[in-house]
């Protein structure tokens, strides 16, 4: 862990939003100085906050203009960082994502394993056996970009992207992985897919994952997928 | 089961997926990956829903290139604003920025861009629609918001309604009128990353003319013009805020616009103003414009003022 708070970088983003640069580099360790500095610049700024968006590196501060002006909004960014602590990371939450593994669904299992040198049933193990932490959240609602996949298994994403993913597919690109929660575009490396609802506007919270939880992914086979509720509809959808 | 009613309203007979219920936008959520949305010409919705004494950012509908028709199932009076999309009551050209009355049996049609490209509708108080975390703007991308809540555009068969009055009509002055002159300027405020762009690649972002491309929506409209060259190509991702000027490798530039993805990696010039995000939303593919540098504090003075203007009267 970063034994010392990091210092803010403020870098102009918009007419009412400013980017804090808090790392230079994807850490696991960044999470829970990052969690901490968004609690305080929450409680910091009340209602003048229109929204705080986290990466892996850095936080979108976008402040409501008619409330506070552009140095006013630098003097609570200070605020809140004055003797920051890290969070617990014990307060992120552990997930299992059931998962079917599976061609029909999964069909960048085959390149997976040829690039690792790895068998199929191997990059699967390898996939679930390994515990994730949630980076951000960002791409589509509740779509969560975990890490890291190990060395072995990192691949690019597709050259061409697919036009549309059903959802609940779980991919890989570079060391990171995720699931798609909506049909949507994506370019990542299909190898399963998950009966987990993601977004959902009737939970708390609305996202199932957030950042700092941590996850792990379940082989399951077909059957129990489908007994999950999971849909096993053709992997490109057309309409 | 749809919950609008079977009378009263407005009727739709014709729409596209480009016709849709959005307001001011959601916020709040944001860092769940769910994107802002709302009317991309807020100024003209600001208007539309003034001329009726509503909120400000009441729920409208946003009237994307025309080809809507809509029959009036009670006597009413609602408002129009933005784009001239050759609208007309019952075949008599309708002129925005007014407010005007409809009788029921009436037609209300929009034909094809004249003038701008978004022209918006109000009703008295806002049209009803579920509010879906804190908005009914429609994403259809997200399934969130519009008349059913799950972001699908406006589609022919169903109603729009409302539960106004329309007592507190209000007449605009006509030097208020935004004008949606050719070549806009487009006010860019300078980020953090401009220095990451070569000095040729500086002077041709404020000294050329850029053409909008047909690849271009609510996501994000791209620009055409000479090749921007940065030091670098892709960066970790981060949030991106409302009218961020993105450059890809390409080297041409992408306005990031209300439906934008809530992060990403390409480097940026700047964020456009919301006046600015305003003004680009009426503007068709092919159309010109230019960017000007504007430092952030004078932005938030400039724009202060312009919020003025709804306050008083």
Same mark, same amino acid.
């Given at each position: 862990?970063?034994?010392?708070?990091?210092?803010?970088?403020?870098?102009?983003?918009?007419?009412?939003?400013?980017?804090?640069?808090?790392?230079?580099?994807?850490?696991?360790?960044?999470?829970?100085?990052?969690?901490?500095?968004?609690? $305080?610049?929450?409680?910091?700024?009340?209602?003048?906050?229109?929204?705080?968006?986290?990466?892996?590196?850095?936080?979108?501060?976008?402040?409501?203009?008619?409330?506070?002006?552009?140095?006013?909004?630098?003097?609570?960014?200070?605020?809140?960082?004055?003797?920051?602590? +890290?969070?617990?990371?014990?307060?992120? $939450?552990?997930? @299992?994502?059931?998962?079917?593994?599976?061609?029909?669904?999964?069909?960048?299992?085959?390149?997976?394993?040829?690039?690792?040198?790895?068998?199929?049933?191997?990059?699967?193990?390898?996939?679930?056996?390994?515990?994730?932490?949630?980076?951000?959240?960002?791409?589509?609602?509740?779509?969560?970009?975990?890490?890291?996949?190990?060395?072995?298994?990192?691949?690019? $994403?597709?050259?061409?992207?697919?036009?549309?993913?059903?959802?609940?597919?779980?991919?890989?690109?570079?060391?990171?992985?995720?699931?798609?929660?909506?049909?949507?575009?994506?370019?990542?490396?299909?190898?399963?897919?998950?009966?987990?609802?993601?977004?959902?506007? @009737?939970?708390?919270?609305?996202?199932?994952?957030?950042?700092?939880?941590?996850?792990?992914?379940?082989?399951?086979?077909?059957?129990?997928?489908?007994?999950?509720?999971?849909?096993?509809?053709?992997?490109?959808?057309?309409? | 089961?749809?919950?609008? +009613?079977?009378?009263?309203?407005?009727?739709?007979?014709?729409?596209?997926?480009?016709?849709?219920?959005?307001?001011?936008?959601?916020?709040?959520?944001?860092?769940?990956?769910?994107?802002?949305?709302?009317?991309?010409?807020?100024?003209?919705?600001?208007?539309?829903?003034?001329?009726?004494?509503?909120?400000?950012?009441?729920?409208?509908?946003?009237?994307?290139?025309?080809?809507?028709?809509?029959?009036?199932?009670?006597?009413?009076?609602?408002?129009?604003?933005?784009?001239?999309?050759?609208?007309?009551?019952?075949?008599?050209?309708?002129?925005?920025?007014?407010?005007?009355?409809?009788?029921?049996?009436?037609?209300?049609?929009?034909?094809?861009?004249?003038?701008?490209?978004?022209?918006?509708?109000?009703?008295?108080?806002?049209? @009803?629609?579920?509010?879906?975390?804190?908005?009914?703007?429609?994403?259809?991308?997200?399934?969130?918001?519009?008349?059913?809540?799950?972001?699908?555009?406006?589609?022919?068969?169903?109603?729009?309604?409302?539960?106004?009055?329309?007592?507190?009509?209000?007449?605009?002055?006509?030097?208020?009128?935004?004008?949606?002159?050719?070549? +806009?300027?487009?006010?860019?405020?300078?980020?953090?990353?401009?220095?990451?762009?070569?000095?040729?690649?500086?002077?041709?972002?404020?000294?050329?003319?850029?053409?909008?491309?047909?690849?271009?929506?609510?996501?994000?409209?791209?620009?055409?013009?000479?090749?921007?060259?940065?030091?670098?190509?892709?960066?970790?991702?981060?949030?991106?805020?409302?009218?961020?000027?993105?450059?890809?490798?390409?080297?041409?530039?992408?306005?990031?616009?209300?439906? $934008?993805?809530?992060?990403?990696?390409?480097?940026?010039?700047?964020?456009?103003? +919301?006046?600015?995000?305003?003004?680009?939303?009426?503007?068709?593919?092919?159309?010109?414009?230019?960017?000007?540098?504007?430092?952030?504090?004078?932005?938030?003075?400039?724009?202060?003022?312009?919020?003025?203007?709804?306050?008083?009267?």
């Amino acid at each position: 862990m970063t034994a010392r708070a990091p210092v803010p970088q403020l870098e102009v983003a918009g007419i009412d939003s400013l980017i804090l640069r808090l790392f230079d580099r994807i850490e696991e360790s960044n999470m829970p100085w990052m969690l901490a500095a968004s609690q $305080r610049l929450r409680s910091s700024f009340g209602d003048a906050l229109i929204d705080l968006v986290p990466s892996y590196t850095t936080l979108l501060l976008h402040y409501d203009l008619e409330r506070i002006t552009a140095l006013g909004a630098r003097q609570l960014i200070a605020a809140a960082f004055a003797d920051l602590q +890290p969070a617990t990371t014990a307060g992120g $939450r552990c997930h @299992n994502l059931p998962t079917w593994y599976d061609r029909s669904v999964g069909p960048e299992l085959p390149l997976l394993a040829q690039r690792s040198g790895l068998s199929e049933a191997e990059v699967i193990r390898r996939h679930s056996s390994h515990e994730y932490q949630v980076f951000a959240l960002g791409f589509a609602p509740g779509f969560a970009f975990m890490g890291l996949v190990e060395e072995a298994l990192a691949t690019p $994403r597709l050259s061409t992207p697919r036009k549309r993913i059903a959802p609940g597919s779980v991919g890989i690109a570079e060391r990171q992985t995720a699931v798609y929660p909506v049909v949507s575009p994506g370019g990542w490396n299909l190898l399963g897919r998950s009966p987990a609802k993601l977004f959902d506007r @009737n939970i708390d919270g609305y996202s199932l994952l957030q950042p700092g939880d941590r996850v792990r992914f379940e082989p399951i086979d077909r059957a129990e997928f489908i007994r999950l509720g999971g849909d096993d509809s053709p992997l490109e959808m057309t309409q | 089961m749809s919950h609008s +009613p079977t009378t009263g309203g407005l009727r739709v007979e014709r729409s596209t997926p480009f016709i849709q219920l959005q307001d001011a936008g959601r916020y709040g959520v944001r860092h769940l990956g769910v994107t802002q949305s709302g009317a991309l010409d807020w100024i003209s919705m600001y208007w539309a829903n003034w001329l009726l004494g509503n909120a400000l950012g009441a729920a409208v509908l946003e009237i994307t290139l025309g080809n809507l028709n809509l029959i009036c199932e009670q006597d009413a009076c609602l408002a129009l604003t933005g784009a001239d999309l050759g609208a007309s009551l019952d075949g008599q050209p309708l002129a925005p920025w007014r407010s005007f009355n409809v009788r029921q049996g009436q037609q209300l049609k929009f034909a094809q861009p004249r003038h701008g490209a978004r022209a918006y509708l109000a009703a008295p108080g806002g049209f @009803n629609a579920p509010s879906v975390l804190g908005s009914c703007a429609s994403i259809a991308r997200e399934e969130l918001g519009g008349l059913q809540g799950n972001g699908k555009p406006l589609a022919a068969g169903e109603r729009l309604t409302w539960t106004g009055t329309g007592l507190h009509q209000r007449v605009m002055d006509e030097r208020l009128i935004p004008v949606f002159t050719p070549s +806009p300027r487009l006010q860019l405020v300078m980020g953090a990353q401009i220095g990451d762009f070569s000095g040729q690649s500086l002077f041709d972002v404020f000294n050329d003319a850029w053409k909008i491309d047909s690849r271009s929506d609510r996501m994000g409209m791209r620009l055409l013009g000479p090749k921007l060259h940065c030091r670098r190509s892709s960066m970790v991702s981060e949030g991106i805020p409302l009218g961020a000027v993105q450059v890809p490798p390409d080297g041409q530039p992408i306005v990031l616009l209300n439906d $934008r993805q809530t992060i990403g990696g390409y480097p940026r010039l700047g964020a456009l103003t +919301p006046q600015a995000v305003a003004r680009l939303a009426q503007c068709l593919p092919g159309e010109e414009l230019r960017l000007v540098p504007v430092q952030q504090e004078s932005a938030q003075d400039a724009h202060r003022r312009l919020l003025d203007q709804w306050r008083h009267g």
